[in-house]
T-cell receptor
């Protein structure tokens, strides 16, 4: 239980185009989802917190007009990188907060990540 | 000073060894502690979740929390090459609050 999927798993695009990444909680409902980016050999950097039905909360230094987040349902959040540039190339990972089947309290379960390369 | 400190490694051990991974934290408000395993080019996978001080065991993995010294550990017994990954410790002040991660420790288990 507590499976999170992401689509696509990787994407290559030209500079200036927009890219949408989907994050789905497959077997649980998630009122809160999180978006991270990760550079090689570095830890995860939280970009924003997304609550179903409301505006996302962005971390300091993250451009909300650049990284559009929509959380329209309890199982789906999307991240759109608008007018992508090479410096946006990174590994984007989402997580969904929920209860697993291991008897844990509510915590974050991560998707497999989306690798974005902007040429 | 980072809120959560973790030695980045890499840590190389032979197959069958006992591995000890550690993190220290500075914020006494942190209450929940997690260990995630991340394989290369994959998302983190939750391994262990602890709340109180003490030990928690799950198969070959044991998580240990010492809130008095703000120290958390993950022990892996009988390590296998498939355990080769980056291990991230994470913590938060409440189940609804965001996670604070360590930098991750790269582990390599050799044959």
């Amino acid at each position: 239980g507590a499976v999170v999927s992401q689509h696509p798993s990787w994407v290559i695009c030209k500079s200036g185009t927009s890219v949408k990444i989907e994050c789905r909680s497959l077997d649980f409902q998630a009122t809160t989802m999180f978006w991270y980016r990760q550079f090689p050999k570095q830890s995860l950097m939280l970009m924003a917190t997304s609550n179903e039905g409301s505006k996302a909360t962005y971390e300091q230094g993250v451009e909300k007009d650049k990284f559009l987040i929509n959380h329209a349902s309890l199982t789906l959040s999307t991240l759109t990188v608008t007018s992508a540039h090479p410096e946006d190339s990174s590994f984007y990972i989402c997580s969904a907060r929920g209860f697993g089947t291991m008897g844990y309290q509510e915590t974050q379960y991560f998707g497999p990540g989306t690798r974005l390369l902007v040429l | 000073q980072k809120e959560v400190e973790q030695d980045p490694g890499p840590l190389s051990v032979p197959e069958g060894a006992i591995v000890s991974l550690n993190c220290t934290y500075s914020n006494s408000a942190f209450q929940y502690f997690m260990w995630y395993r991340q394989y290369s080019r994959k998302g983190p996978e939750l391994l262990m979740y602890t709340y109180s001080s003490g030990n928690k065991e799950d198969g070959r993995f044991t998580a240990q929390v010492d809130k008095s010294s703000k120290y958390i550990s993950l022990f892996i017994r009988d390590s296998q090459p498939s355990d080769s990954a980056t291990y991230l410790c994470a913590t938060n002040t409440g189940t609804a609050s965001k996670l604070t991660f360590g930098t991750g420790t790269r582990l390599q288990v050799t044959l």
